[in-house]
């Protein structure tokens, strides 16, 4: 019987992948019964249970379950050889609940409707809609830069520790929800990631836990990003599990917090997405605009880059390329590529609503 009922677990996984193709045809239904119903309910529960903790708990259990599993291979060597049916049962029957257990609390946001429809803006624009913005970015971002460094050249630098920083995320999202009511943080739960050195050299800034709902932010990127990082991982414990729609509603935290250091990451993160695509674009325009950007800003890009550059490994496109192969499989279909989504978000929202 037991027999009977592990073969029936590890084939479940089966039928879930058939029922998450079927989802994906009903967006209107994960938005409106899981994204704003069942998940709001799940996600703050998470966080009431483990925000609270100054550690990251999933990272904890992560280690206790690699641990488990080294000690499992370790036991059942001799087993895995003489029934290796019955192993490799065993093995999809964890799968199968892991698959489960996943999309259940979180991964089913990967199916609702995209961003640009729940904010009933244009998905595609025009080059010169692009210019436009960027030109306004540059206005925007100059100032703060100036504002905050008394200098052009010199690069902004933060005046606060990386824990205050991720402290004060949530007031970004006090000021956002003002305009978009389903973006109301409550019970923060953002930290620093115990595996903050292995990331750096995965190539990630931080990652949503998604069985703890814990947004966990890389401790050794720099200052500067903390900021826009911080908010992105809280755009994914709010359920948006999509990279680019997590990096608009992250940039846009920023750009509305109360805190001009907030302002300044934000609009500069805003504005090296927009140039990227520009280069794509029109190289030529992109030359002449990057003329006009302070040499501040510059800088602190350059610190991003040069932080990036020193964690470069071999192993890096092999991590890359196997979230992209994630992102595929989970209804994001541009993979890696779609972060440039992010750009037509920002440009058809600021249609309506110029920089100021």
Known sequence: MRKHKKLILSLSIIPQVIFLKLLALYPEFVEAVYSHGIYIWISKLMRYAFGW?????????YTLLGLYVMRWFIVNRKRIVKD??????DVLSAVSVGYFAFHVLWAFNYYRLPLHKSLDIEHDYTTEELIGLTKQ????????????????????????TKSKILKMVPEGYDALSKEFKYLAYQQRSIKRSLYSLPLTYMGFSGYLNPFTNEAQVDGLIPSFKFPTTGSHEVAHQLGYAAENEANFIGSMAAMHHPDIYFNYSGFAFALRHCLGELYKRDETT??????????????????????????????EPIFETTYDRFLKSNNQVGGMKSYSYVVALLVNYHKDHPIQ
């Open 53 to 61: 903790l100054p550690f990251s708990v999933g990272d904890v259990l």
């Open 84 to 89: 290796t049916k019955r192993w490799i049962m």
């Open 137 to 160: 970015l540059i206005t925007k971002t100059n100032a703060l830069q100036f504002a905050l460094a008394k200098n052009d050249s010199v690069n902004v630098e933060m005046p606060y």
């Open 286 to 315: 992109y030359s002449a605009l990057l003329e006009t950007i302070n040499t501040g800003i510059l800088k602190n890009y350059q610190e991003v880059r040069e932080f990036w550059d020193g964690y470069k490994n071999p192993l």
